[in-house]
């Protein structure tokens, strides 16, 4: 696609439920980076993903948070029985393979545990 | 130690006068590029401008220009006559590592943000 897609944009759910966050990196980037943007805060990295395979999770806070990469393409980000203090704004972004830069963003999905 | 220092939270400036929001970083690797985003209250991430470690000149593009200064490890943005649009947050980051090295990981680490205001 022309960008980066993250669906839902929002997503409200219960505390104690399990969340599915997507993302549609643009074609061709083979390398997808998860981010989590808190209230107020800069981004925080959470997991690279080169193709399907994942050399380093070692931002995921817990193990909770899991996530996957299919096809070299779509990504799932998957928080299991959620806290509040998941809440936040989760930006996925990708980029060519052997560039340092180009990062595209999308525009994020907001995730909010009550 | 933090990665990335930004020390103004909230930042002020009227329209068209120009503005600069501070960064610096640290880091032991001789190989590292240097980002600044904005992020309007939308959410999206937008690039703005990027200096390379190696780079000789500092970056610029458009009204934006990054005065990079490598022995004090800081890499401030100037935005020049400044707009209303140009409300938003500001975030500068940083990657670390060799770019081309093919599969490396170049994860970004931010700071945490100067909300700039612009105003009429």
């Known amino acids: 696609g022309a960008g980066v897609s993250q669906s839902p944009s929002n997503k409200v759910t219960e505390k104690g439920k399990d969340v599915e966050l997507r993302c549609d990196p643009i074609?061709?980037?083979?390398?997808l980076y998860w981010y989590r943007q808190s209230l107020g805060q800069g981004l925080e990295f959470l997991i690279y993903?080169?193709?399907?395979?994942?050399?380093?999770k070692s931002g995921l806070p817990s193990d909770r948070f899991s996530a996957e990469r299919t096809g070299g393409s779509v990504s799932t980000l998957t928080i299991q029985r959620t806290q509040q203090e998941d809440s936040a704004v989760y930006l996925c972004?990708?980029?060519?393979?052997?560039?340092?830069?180009?990062?595209?963003f999308g525009s994020g999905t907001r995730l909010t545990v009550v | 130690a933090q990665k990335i220092t930004q020390t103004q939270p909230g930042m002020f400036v009227q329209e068209k006068e120009a503005v600069t929001l501070d960064c610096t970083y640290d880091?032991?690797?001789?190989?590292?590029?240097l980002f600044w985003y904005k992020q309007p209250s939308s959410g999206e991430m937008i690039f703005l401008i990027y200096?390379?470690?190696?780079?000789?000149q500092n970056a610029t593009e458009g009204r934006y220009s990054l005065n990079f200064q490598k022995a004090r490890k800081s890499a401030n943005l100037v935005i020049s006559a400044s707009q209303l649009g140009d409300s938003a947050m500001y975030f500068c980051?940083?990657?670390?590592?060799?770019?081309?090295?093919?599969?490396?990981?170049?994860?970004?680490?931010f700071g945490k943000g100067t909300l700039l205001t612009v105003n009429p």
């Open positions: 074609s061709g980037h083979t390398a």
């Open positions: 972004a990708s980029s060519p393979r052997t560039t340092g830069y180009g990062y595209t």
């Open positions: 980051a940083m990657r670390e590592g060799t770019v081309g090295s093919g599969g490396s990981n170049y994860k970004l680490t």
């Open positions: 993903f080169q193709g399907n395979s994942a050399p380093d």
């Open positions: 880091t032991s690797d001789p190989s590292y590029g």
């Open positions: 200096q390379g470690s190696y780079d000789q």
